[in-house]
């Protein structure tokens, strides 16, 4: 007898699987339909809400459009409008056809593999610190490392390709909360084709309540990392990744003739860095000749803990 029942389609509907041992919080934001005339049509926005492992989807009303600034104001104001939502699904279950499984799935890849490069960063920022301190600003960097580390944030370019493209078309933000079980909170963030990741200590926090967001739209100075012309196993269309300060805290630390010395090393670090073998990525960083005698916050957050 041949069995015939691999070649019958199945009646079972796909679903993903987007289940966390971590409590998560994800909010995915579509564009407003772009064809409409309707000006009152454009405030309103189809919104995906996942708290832990329960999905709640419907619509809510929002400025027309954007910014990557408003990231802050949009998530309280997503929260005020729970009540327009109704349940979706379980996080374990997202149906296959759903407009939101594309881009919930990518994200939560991207996530991961932005957790793995923030804990290979390390000999990078220590590359860092050491090229600072022969210019005399080895100081100014101690400060922002050694300072809240919820003052800084990475950046992640990505290539759009067909996959990434098929994940983001219909999205205008997504930002992800993570509480991990070593007590640090991860954000990840999706906006106009860039991904950020902001760590913070997540002692006393209540996640139930917590829809507090950093603004990674305030950046002062920053400091290309590495890239990746092939991507990483992870994230095939990762090309680079870059830490930032937040322009307030930077302001406090830096006095008009740091910050000048620092912007056009920082303008030269972007036009050199790709090219420079300590950091390339096909080769292994070298430990810093200048070994800080400092524990940074960042190190403690950013590497030590996420490799746990």
Known sequence: KVDISEFIPSREPKVNNLSSPMYMQTYCILKPNAKSENEKSKNIRDVLFRFGSW????????????????????????????????????????????????????????????????????????????????????????????????????????????????????????????????????MAIYFEGIYYLSVSDGEGEQSLLDCKFPDVAAKGRGYQIRSYPSGVAEWPQLRKVSIWQHVAAMDEGLDNNTRKVMFWFFRLSQYKLCSSPQLSPHTPTHKCAHTPTHNTNFCIFSFDRLKR
């Open 55 to 186: 999905c709640y989807a419907g619509q809510v009303q929002l400025v027309p459009k954007l910014s990557l600034s408003d990231l802050p104001h949009v998530i309280p104001a997503l929260r005020i409008q729970q009540s327009k939502l109704d349940f979706y699904c379980e996080a374990s279950e997202m149906p296959g056809k759903s407009i939101f499984a594309p881009p919930m799935e990518y994200a939560a890849r991207a996530s991961a593999a932005m957790e793995n490069e923030l804990s290979l960063s390390e000999d990078a920022l220590c590359n860092l610190i050491s090229r600072l301190a022969m210019m005399g600003l080895g100081d100014s960097v101690n400060q922002w490392l050694d300072g809240d580390p919820s003052q800084s944030f990475f950046e992640f370019s990505f290539a759009q390709d067909k996959a990434s493209s098929d994940a983001h078309n219909d999205v205008e933000l997504i930002a992800t909360k993570c509480y991990n079980p070593n007590g640090l909170i991860t």
